[in-house]
T-cell receptor, first 113, second 113 residues
């Protein structure tokens, strides 16, 4: 089946620094990718929809200047958490839409100290 | 309002036993319904996907049912194994311009030996 990878799987950074998370569709091209955030024991919360070659569409309440999304190619989208704070610590999951289904990545655990 | 409600919130059963998880939705216009398994610290993995016209779909020991009239779905797990311990998420896809996913809050299933 289709595979979506994320890198890194976990990252620890200091407050005020920026962190970039990569999402790749390994065996298919994805014109649309999604970024989710998940808090402990909660379901996934959509942050933004990323379309290749255009600006991302952010959900209400998500700061676009803080969570920078780039979808420069059909197989790669990146999420950059800028000026990270401890409250940004969370599990970030990307998803890529194939022809008929949406496939999820394994997630990235971000811890901001 | 488009919503997906799952029950129970959590469930503990003994290895080898069967169980059924429930999902009720108020999503319109409905496209399809998916069940995902999410292991702790991992991304969701698709178990089944059903369209409006499908009543049941199986994937090994997992069998999903869909009643589009009552807007209910269930996921039945047969002969549970320790590796079935995970969160099970019901996700309904609606057609709203671009396809959008509405997530349930998940059922946390624990299989005890």
């Amino acid at each position: 089946g289709a595979v979506v990878s994320q890198h890194p799987s976990r990252v620890i950074c200091k407050s005020g620094t920026s962190v970039k998370i990569e999402c790749r569709s390994l065996d298919f091209q994805a014109t649309t990718m999604f970024w989710y955030r998940q808090f402990p024991k909660k379901s996934l919360m959509l942050m933004a929809t990323s379309n290749e070659g255009s600006k991302a569409t952010y959900e209400q309440g998500v700061e676009k200047d803080k969570f920078l999304i780039n979808h420069a190619s059909l197989t790669l989208s990146t999420l950059t958490v800028t000026s990270a704070h401890p409250e940004d610590s969370s599990f970030y999951i990307c998803s890529a839409r194939g022809l008929t289904e949406q496939y999820f990545g394994p997630g990235t655990r971000l811890t901001v100290t | 309002k488009n919503q997906v409600e799952q029950s129970p919130q959590s469930l503990i059963i003994l290895e080898g036993k069967n169980c059924t998880l429930q999902c009720n939705y108020t999503v319109s216009p409905f496209s399809n319904l998916r069940w995902y398994k999410q292991d702790t610290g991992r991304g969701p993995v698709s178990l089944t996907i059903m369209t409006f016209s499908e009543n049941t779909k199986s994937n090994g020991r997992y069998t999903a049912t869909l009643d589009a009239d009552t807007k209910q779905s269930s996921l039945h797990i047969t002969a549970s194994q320790l590796s079935d311990s995970a969160s099970y998420i019901c996700v309904v896809s609606l057609i709203q311009g671009a396809q959008k996913l509405v997530f349930g809050q998940g059922t946390r299933l624990t299989i005890n030996p």
